[in-house]
Structure formats: C-alpha cells, structure tokens
C-alpha cells in the first residue's frame, strides 16, 4: 500500500472507532482534516478489509457499516429494526457450533458472522405499550 498523508489519517480514523461506522460517518470525522475526500475513503475502504483490518458489519440504507477488528476479540451483533441499536455479544457455544458444522460437511471454517435481528427491550415496551391501549 502507498503511503500517503491522507490515507494514513482514513486509517487512524477507522481503527479509532469505538463502534461501527460507514463511509459517510468516516468522511464526516475526517472532513476537518486538509485533504480527505470521499472518493479516498471509498479506494481505502477494501484495501483495510484486504489487510484484516475492519470488516463489513451490516447493510443499512444502503449504506454498508464497518467496524474495526485489529486487537478486537471475535463478537456477533443483535440490531434493534426501529431504533437502530447495535449490542455486541460473544458466546463461546457459537464457535464450538460453527466447528461442529464446519466439519460434519468437511469445510474449513475461517470463522463466522452472526446478527440478530429485531427489537431491543426498549422498544418491544414501547410496541406492546401501543397496542394495549
């Protein structure tokens, strides 16, 4: 990879994240910055999912969101529909089932993705609130 300033700030931006992000939000950060276009993100984008550096999280309105994964232990996603909350979790089950099927159809496993989706506490409360009254 070529070294460039600009790039070079598009990946301290990306692996500082906290959270997951998408190309606009990363643009937004990053605007202050001389020199940081969109069109430089989107070059930078696969070449840090190339490296194993972020990956691909969700597709949202057509927007795709990353997260970093440099020094981050493996975890799954629940995203809430209506607010749009993401929580991660991990439980050590999901990797022993992904082995397990992984060899009962002699595949090798480089691991796995898993999101559920639905409502969160908060707003289930809140549908179940409408429609009771």
């Known amino acids: 990879m070529r070294h460039t300033r600009e790039r070079e700030a598009i990946v301290r931006e990306a ?6 992000f998408d190309v606009d939000e990363l643009f937004i950060r990053l605007k202050k910055k001389k ?6 993100i989107y070059r930078t984008i696969p070449l840090l999912k190339e490296a194993g550096l ?6 949202e309105n057509g927007h795709m969101h990353y997260e970093p994964v440099f020094g981050r232990d493996h975890h ?3 995203r809430c529909l209506n607010c749009k909350t ?22 090798f496993s480089e691991g796995h993705k898993l999101e559920i989706v639905g409502l969160c506490p908060r707003c ?4 179940t609130r409408k429609i009771t009254t």
Not at 35 to 40: N, Y
Not at 91 to 105: H, P, S, T
């Open 54 to 59: 972020i990956t691909e999280v969700y597709l």
């Open 86 to 107: 993401v929580i991660e979790f991990s439980d050590k089950r999901l990797g022993e089932i992904e082995a397990e099927v992984a060899e009962r159809y002699g595949f």
């Open 15 to 20: 692996l500082s994240s906290n959270g997951h």
């Open 35 to 40: 020199g940081v276009s969109k069109a430089s």
């Open 76 to 78: 799954c996603h629940l």
């Open 124 to 127: 289930r409360t809140r549908q």
